[in-house]
């Protein structure tokens, strides 16, 4: 349970961090430009906390899914954005889907013990370019 905290986390700092983009005028405003970077920087990190017990289709169609759909009602809102009854269609599959995938999401079998345990060999990168 504790790894949907941290999706959700990692969706409400992208949320946030796409949110400044405009704020930031082309990044020539320092404040929201730091800012926006250390919400992405944020997300990221909640997100691979997550992908520690979540499978990384799961854990990417969520992210972004929830994370379209925020920012197009917040653009809406905040931004005074148009939406038409396509846009909201659109938006309310894509929940739907989010949920779908969620309540079918399979948990990984194995958990990363620590740094050193990055998983199964499969996932380490170092087997691309040779012996582990």
């Known amino acids: 349970m504790v790894q949907y905290v941290f999706l959700l986390m990692a969706v409400a700092l992208e949320v946030c961090g796409t949110m400044l983009l405009p704020v930031s005028q082309n990044f020539t405003r320092p404040v929201p430009t730091l800012t926006l970077i250390g919400c992405y920087a944020a997300s990221f990190y909640c997100l691979t906390f997550a992908l520690n017990t979540l499978p990384i289709a799961i854990v990417y169609a969520t992210w ?3 994370g379209i759909f925020l920012i197009t ?3 809406y809102f905040v931004f005074e954005q148009a939406l038409n009854w396509r846009a909201i269609a659109g938006l309310l599959l894509i929940v ?3 949920v779908l995938v969620n309540s079918f ?9 620590s740094p050193a345990d990055p998983g199964p060999r499969a996932l380490r990168i170092s087997t691309c370019w040779g012996p582990a």
């Open 96 to 98: 739907a889907g989010v």
């Open 105 to 113: 999401a399979p948990q990984k079998q194995w958990v990363a013990q």
């Open 64 to 66: 972004s899914g929830l």
């Open 73 to 75: 009602l917040l653009g």
